[in-house]
């Protein structure tokens, strides 16, 4: 008896099955792409980019005598959270004023500059006369000038300020303004990196807004006050955080300048834990992690504005 | 007052207070370091015309040309080590997937992160008894490496750190530089049969080049002035094997109160750095897209 077998629809299928991809085949397939070309190396690269933060703050939490052990370990209990406590009555540190005086450099520092450069930004950008752009350029150009460059003729310009630390009116006799935080702060607070970068911004208001708010009796100043200032506040924002950062980071112009607590900052006053009798490792790392901190957590609060401020100082 | 008379007086005194500060703090201190250049000078006595005397002192100071060849090693090594990792690392994460943002994040941290704290992390690294590096090298079965304390090593040690601190700024101008490459090109090529490798060789790596000509620049200017990290983690040593410009400009003035000296060695930094950036400009500039 001969039956004619029924075709294999089954079979056929499962053949096409291989030739044709499915959904899901292709779905498998850019997930193994993305888990493959992304994820795995993305992974592998944040972890030894964060490491050396993550031990920093390993290191702080153990005692001297574990900083030094072998084999390394990554983390050692008990945690010595005291440290993060300790460190405020710490007498070598002085990390109290240390943090004022950083506190005070950055804030001040960024605030003049902010405020500066935006005055100076706003006249380039919206007045017409002559000389104009002569002096735009100018000012661009000094951003050519290595800071560390000026570092001997500020030092020397620094105490010669007159009348100041006991000078005379032509700036001899005293120390100027070095090791105060006048000497600190002020040299710094304009940049031309900062007047251009704000000029960009303030280019882009559109000019009806402008003599909108003349025809409605609005002073000079205020437009500058009431809405050039209040429609670039994302660049004004990403101007004062690279600046907070910059000043509160800052360890050569601090070295150059402050001797005393008087004006001694947070960068500085960590190598008080160095000594001739040997180095407090822990107590240190625990005083780096102490201002990296806040930069940390600044940057993490106000990144948009951050990756905002890069891309236009960069684009335009 | 009328509008001209009120934009007048805003333009001198908006204008006027911030050029002047920066005629004080920030072009007068250039003619001041020209000018120091030709006098001896240590504070404690007035200050002397020397003429020339401290640029021919510097042609047979081999400490000068030590730190000038230190600079240029670490530039030399830093600058595309750095340039090509960014890069990378902006490749990497230009594309729209979740948790992309988390690892962006992460790669900017050290950015962030104040460069004394960050190197004081790194002396322990590096630490030769029981430092990470060396653990790991054990690990491997290589016998521990003296890290800082090894003429051959220590600026590498350096470099290494400073290019970790860096990376994720250059990393964010890339990316913004990526995104706004148009995706037609890219696809128009993969029609014409371009491969991966290709299409960023021809297509992506053009259109990078003003993002390209910042970042070189900025981060030649940065790698000229490298100190902080240097002053920290070796102070020069050892055998003066990381003297940069620099550290080498800071410990003339102000350990050893040659204020003329420094501001010889001052100046010809200073010209260093204006030719190398237009060289830079020359070079990197001339693959003009517009071409």
Redesign the interface.
């Known amino acids: 008896m001969s039956t004619i077998d029924p075709p294999d629809f089954d079979r056929r299928d499962r053949f096409a099955d291989a030739r044709v991809p499915t959904v899901r085949s292709v779905k498998l397939r850019r997930w193994m792409n993305?888990a493959l070309g992304?994820?795995l190396?993305?992974t592998i690269?944040?972890l030894v980019?964060?490491f050396?933060?993550f031990?920093?703050l390993s290191?702080a939490l153990k005692t001297n005598s574990q900083?030094?052990?072998?084999?390394?370990r990554l983390l050692e209990t008990p945690l010595r959270w005291e440290h993060f406590v300790e460190i405020w009555s710490d007498p070598r540190m002085n990390i109290g004023i240390q943090t004022w005086n950083t506190l005070v450099y950055a804030t001040v520092r960024t605030f003049m500059q902010v405020l500066?450069?935006a005055?100076?930004a706003?006249?380039?950008a919206r007045?017409h006369?002559r000389g104009r752009n002569m002096?735009f350029y100018l000012?661009l150009a000094?951003v050519?000038?290595?800071?560390?460059?000026?570092?001997?003729?500020?030092?020397?310009?620094v105490?010669a300020v007159p009348l100041a630390g006991g000078n005379d009116i032509w700036g001899t006799g005293g120390s100027g303004w070095l090791d105060t935080k006048a000497g600190l702060i002020?040299?710094?607070?304009?940049?031309?990196y900062s007047?251009f970068f704000l000029r960009q911004f303030f280019l882009t208001i559109p000019r009806e807004v402008e003599e909108a708010a003349?025809i409605d009796g609005c002073?000079?100043?205020a437009i500058?006050w009431r809405i050039a200032i209040p429609m670039s506040l994302p660049a004004l924002t990403a101007l004062g955080i690279f600046s907070f950062?910059f000043a509160?980071?800052d360890?050569?112009w601090p070295?150059?300048i402050s001797t005393s607590e008087e004006s001694r900052t947070?960068?500085l006053g960590?190598a008080m834990f160095s000594s001739h009798d040997g180095t407090d490792?822990a107590m240190?790392?625990t005083g780096?992690?102490i201002?990296?901190l806040p930069?940390?957590a600044?940057?993490?609060l106000l990144?948009r504005f951050?990756?905002t401020g890069?891309?236009f100082g960069?684009?335009k | 007052m009328t509008?001209k008379q009120?934009?007048l007086i805003?333009?001198i005194?908006?204008?006027g207070?911030?050029?002047l500060?920066?005629l004080?703090?920030?072009?007068?201190?250039?003619f001041?370091?020209f000018y120091?250049s030709f006098t001896t000078y240590d504070?404690l006595s007035p200050m002397r015309w020397a003429g020339t005397w401290n640029y021919t002192d510097l042609w047979y100071d081999d400490l000068f040309w030590r730190a000038i060849g230190n600079t240029l090693y670490f530039t030399a090594v830093s600058l595309p080590a750095g340039v090509f990792l960014s890069l990378m690392?902006a490749v990497?994460?230009n594309?729209q997937?979740p948790?992309?943002g988390l690892?962006r994040?992460?790669?900017?941290?050290?950015v962030?992160?104040?460069?004394?704290?960050?190197a004081?992390?790194?002396i322990?690294?590096y630490?030769t008894?029981?430092?990470?590096f060396n653990?790991t090298l054990?690990l491997l079965g290589i016998s521990p490496v003296n890290w800082l304390n090894d003429q051959s090593t220590a600026m590498p040690a350096i470099i290494i750190m400073s290019v970790?601190k860096s990376?994720?700024?250059n990393m964010?101008?890339f990316l913004?530089?990526l995104q706004?490459v148009p995706k037609e090109l890219g696809e128009a090529a993969a029609i014409d049969g371009a491969g991966p490798v290709r299409r960023f060789w021809s297509i992506t790596l053009p259109m990078l080049t003003?993002?390209m000509v910042?970042v070189v620049i900025t981060s030649l200017?940065a790698s000229?002035?490298v100190?902080?990290q240097v002053?920290v983690m070796t102070d020069g040593g050892p055998n003066n094997s990381t003297v940069t410009i620099?550290h080498y400009?800071?410990r003339t003035?102000?350990q050893n109160l040659q204020?003329g000296y420094?501001?010889a060695m001052?100046?010809i930094?200073?010209f260093l750095?204006?030719v190398a950036?237009f060289v830079n400009l020359r070079l990197v500039g001339r693959r003009n897209v517009y071409d």
């Open positions: 993305n992304f994820y190396p993305a690269i944040a980019m964060a050396p933060l031990w920093m290191l900083i030094f052990s072998y084999p390394p500066l450069s005055m100076a706003f006249v380039l007045y006369f002096i000012v000094t050519m000038i290595p800071h560390e460059v000026m570092l001997v003729p500020l030092y020397l310009m105490k002020l040299p710094g607070i304009l940049s031309g007047i003349r002073s000079e100043f500058f950062q509160w980071s360890y050569t070295l150059v947070l960068q960590l490792w240190l790392l780096a992690a201002s990296t930069l940390i600044l940057f993490v990144q951050i990756v890069i891309n960069v684009g | 509008i009120q934009q805003l333009g005194v908006f204008l207070i911030p050029l500060w920066m004080i703090w920030v072009v007068a201190p250039i001041v370091v120091m504070v690392l990497l994460v594309r997937l948790f992309v690892f994040t992460i790669f900017y941290m050290p962030v992160t104040p460069l004394i704290a960050a004081l992390a790194w322990l690294f630490e008894s029981a430092g990470m653990y054990d970790w990376l994720g700024y964010v101008i913004a530089a706004s003003p993002a910042y200017i000229f002035q100190f902080a002053r620099v400009i800071y003035a102000f204020f420094a501001s001052a100046t930094m200073f750095l204006i950036s």
